[in-house]
């Protein structure tokens, strides 16, 4: 298979935890592969491994076992200096809770990891990438707002502003609709303009309600929806276009 293909490729991977004296097999023996340009869901119940999976192809983590190919570079193989310089040049991530400073206003929420990262230049292109990311994500005019004054959709169009800022090849998102009310999944075209803007998504989703595959994502509630399945607790699915 040509690596040129994708943007991530997993074979085998294995992670395992301890607890104590205990272990937990976070992830067992998983394998798959996202095209570039892919809008994917990696969806399971909580407690499947999705965020564990998340960390390994962020580089914020190693497994065990198995290999990890992000565009082209095996991650496994990278010193934590390497893996900090993958995550800078290639990966933007939307957190669960979005991560914004409620102090900022939206434009210094987008700016902020050029301000606070030395090998990021902030310059006038960047600002004016960051005015036109916002206007794109339909929050051009609260560019002077306060994040603790953003409704949750607001606060998570900020948090992708801020991901897509760098130009990644890929965006990497934790749960980032799980503050949003069921109707607000779909109402605009967020996660579409993301990929349009870095070319590779991947969002993470527990079972959290019903409903159909749209544009290539899918919310699940086991045991099936459209064609994807979380047929028991446990077992993760990829869905992509």
């Not at 051009?140 to 990644?168: F, W």
């Not at 999944?185 to 349009?196: E, G, H, K, L, P």
Request: a neutral charge; hydrophobic letters at 40%; proline letters at 3%.
């Amino acid at each position: 298979m040509n690596d040129t293909q994708h943007i991530v490729r997993l074979e085998k991977i294995r992670k395992t935890y301890l607890q104590g004296k205990v272990e937990v097999h976070a992830v067992k023996e998983v394998t798959l592969d996202i095209k570039k340009g892919d809008f994917a869901a990696l969806c399971g119940p909580s407690g499947s491994g999705k965020t564990s999976i998340l960390n390994i192809i962020g580089a914020l983590d190693v497994p065990d076992s198995g290999k990890v190919i992000v565009d082209g570079i095996d991650i496994a193989t990278q010193t934590r200096a390497e893996c900090a310089e993958i995550r800078k040049n290639h990966i933007g991530f939307v957190f669960q809770d979005f991560e914004l400073l409620d102090y900022l206003n939206v434009n210094d929420n987008i700016l902020h990891p050029y301000r606070i990262t030395r090998a990021l230049q902030l310059d006038s292109a960047v600002r004016e990438r960051a005015r036109m990311l916002a206007e794109e994500m339909g929050i051009g005019d609260k560019l002077k707002r306060r994040a603790n004054d953003l409704s949750q959709g607001e606060k998570q169009r900020t948090a992708i502003c801020r991901a897509l800022l760098p130009r990644p090849k890929l965006i990497l998102a934790d749960e980032a609709t799980g503050n949003l009310d069921p109707d607000t999944y779909y109402n605009d075209s967020t996660y579409d303009a993301a990929v349009r803007a870095s070319g590779s998504l991947i969002a993470l989703t527990s079972a959290v309600t019903s409903g159909s595959l749209k544009n290539g994502f899918a919310l699940l509630r086991p045991p099936e929806i459209g064609r994807a399945s979380c047929r028991e607790r446990g077992e993760i699915s990829v869905v992509g276009v």
